[in-house]
């Protein structure tokens, strides 16, 4: 049984939905899913941060994959589609709660100051997500093949005003993301995550501000960083300054 969701003065329930059904092939060590960070399961740190705000916590897992033995009890599990999503869409069948966050098992601090702030826009606006404004410097390059050892080369400089990197979890009211990958999938599109799906409906979605502690473990060198925030403390409330 998960832990009493500290929302329950909320008249509607939330299922936290982990898609964990990728191969991990980017980072070379396996499903992402039981990859450890800090001695914990990467899927470990999702679950425990998600589990105390919402009545139920449902992962999609690559067909003959355990749980990690670290993840919290009265996590359930379904076998995950051959996309993330298609896994997202079989998760969104796998429960009966009206909202549901959505969460990459690959982001593991999570805190509960972002999950707060994200299930009360939700409840207001239907769909949210957490983002960042970004901060670097952006530049498109050169379309045409570069003649100097096929490296890409400068084309031109994007303004960085209103951009803004998406991170997750994304919430949504269950039933209008279920109508969005029914349409994305009637017509054959695919989209990166599924706020995208949930625009393309033409309903808005709100940004809830994130924090860059909140990176997905991608690559080697992402692996590492988050070794080192994790060795830190993993204190993961959202830090009090920002760019």
């Known amino acids: 049984m998960l832990s009493p969701s500290p929302i329950t003065h909320y008249p509607s329930t939330f299922a936290a939905l982990i898609p964990a059904a990728g191969s991990g092939t980017r980072l070379g060590k396996g ?3 039981a990859v450890t960070v800090g001695g914990r399961s990467l899927l470990a740190w999702a679950a425990q941060a998600l589990a105390p705000h919402v ?4 992962v999609a897992l690559p067909d003959g994959l355990e749980l990690p033995a670290d993840v919290p009890a009265g996590v359930r599990t379904i076998t995950g589609g051959e996309t993330r999503q298609e896994s997202v869409e079989k998760l969104l069948y796998a429960t009966n709660a009206e909202y549901v966050l959505i969460h990459d098992a690959a982001r593991p601090f999570l805190s509960a100051e972002i999950i707060r702030e994200m299930q009360a826009a939700v409840l207001e606006a239907g769909a949210a997500t957490v983002a960042l404004p970004v901060a670097d410097s952006l530049v498109r390059s ?12 400068w084309g031109e400089a994007v303004s960085r ?5 998406v991170q997750t979890p994304q919430g949504f009211r269950r039933t209008l993301l279920q109508e969005a990958h029914a349409q994305a999938r009637a017509e054959g599109f695919a989209a990166t995550d599924d706020a995208g799906l949930v625009a393309r409906l033409g309903h808005a979605v709100r940004l809830v501000r994130g924090d860059a502690r909140l ?4 690559t080697v ?13 993993g204190n993961v409330e959202r830090s009090k300054v920002q760019k």
Do not use: I, R
């Open 55 to 58: 009545t139920e916590v449902v």
């Open 142 to 153: 050169d379309p045409q093949p570069s003649t100097l050892n096929l490296q890409p080369l």
């Open 31 to 33: 499903p992402k899913a």
């Open 161 to 165: 005003e209103h951009l803004w990197a």
């Open 215 to 218: 990176f997905k473990v991608t």
């Open 221 to 233: 060198g992402d692996l590492a960083l988050a070794e080192a925030v994790a060795g830190a403390g």
